[in-house]
């Protein structure tokens, strides 16, 4: 498709468990965002990627959070030794340009719940 | 799927009237802002942008009006029809060298029939 693909749509993790959420952008956009969404809450930024290059990771809650985009494109986010309190909706977004010149559109999200 | 906006301000109104949504940014520095749309279970959707440059931006049955005197932005949906039911969030984008939209707390619209 055209849009931004996240898998897997769902994701039941026991507490402790590793867990990798995969995105695929639109093909050719330079921008790259992963959110966390919790529930009745709006996006919260994680990180973005301009390229393969992370450029910004400041809102990574912990160490236990670790994104990569290796070759610009398809990006994973990795959370290690999952706890209750990441239970949320991770959504990937992409733009075509930088960030603040053109719109960012965004993936159905990964509903991550940890038991 | 799950739901989004479970305690978020609400907005109920008739069909085929116009609703109005307005959000309140943060930061008087930010010069880009977009508009999204978020239906139950699905990702945020784009709806519409404006730069800091215009005070007013029409699209499709929908119009954003930004006050940068006070900080304000708003979402103008003419003729609300029953798919326009959602929850609606305002984000914000601050300056050269930062590389994050930052959204407001959401509104939940009804359209009632």
């Known amino acids: 498709g055209a849009g931004v693909s996240q898998s897997p749509r769902y994701k039941v993790a026991k507490r402790g468990q590793d867990v990798a959420l995969r995105c695929d952008p639109i093909?050719?956009?330079?921008?790259l965002f992963w959110y966390q969404q919790a529930l009745g809450q709006g996006p919260e930024f994680l990180t973005y990627?301009?390229?393969?290059?992370?450029?910004?990771k400041s809102g990574l809650p912990s160490d236990r959070f670790f994104a990569e985009r290796p070759e610009g494109s398809v990006s994973t986010l990795k959370i290690q030794r999952t706890q209750q309190e990441d239970s949320a909706v991770y959504l990937c977004?992409?733009?075509?340009?930088?960030?603040?010149?053109?719109?960012?559109?965004f993936g159905q999200g990964t509903r991550l719940t940890v038991v | 799927g799950e739901s989004v906006g479970l305690h978020l301000p609400t907005l109920s109104v008739q069909e085929g009237d116009n609703s109005i949504i307005n959000c309140a940014y943060s930061?008087?520095?930010?010069?880009?802002f977009i508009w999204y749309k978020q239906e139950s279970g699905k990702g945020p959707q784009f709806i519409i942008d404006?730069?800091?440059?215009?005070d007013k931006r029409q699209g499709q049955r929908v119009t954003v009006l930004l006050n940068k005197t006070v900080k304000h932005l708003s979402l103008q949906i003419a003729a609300t029809q029953p798919g326009d039911s959602a929850v609606y969030f305002c984000?914000?984008?601050?300056?050269?060298?930062?590389?994050?939209?930052?959204f407001g707390t959401g509104t939940r619209l009804k359209v009632l029939a």
């Open positions: 093909s050719g956009h330079v921008s």
């Open positions: 977004a992409s733009s075509l340009g930088e960030v603040g010149s053109a719109e960012a559109f």
């Open positions: 984000a914000e984008n601050c300056c050269s060298g930062t590389y994050k939209y930052i």
């Open positions: 990627f301009q390229n393969e290059a992370q450029l910004d």
């Open positions: 930061n008087s520095a930010s010069d880009y």
């Open positions: 404006i730069r800091s440059n215009m």
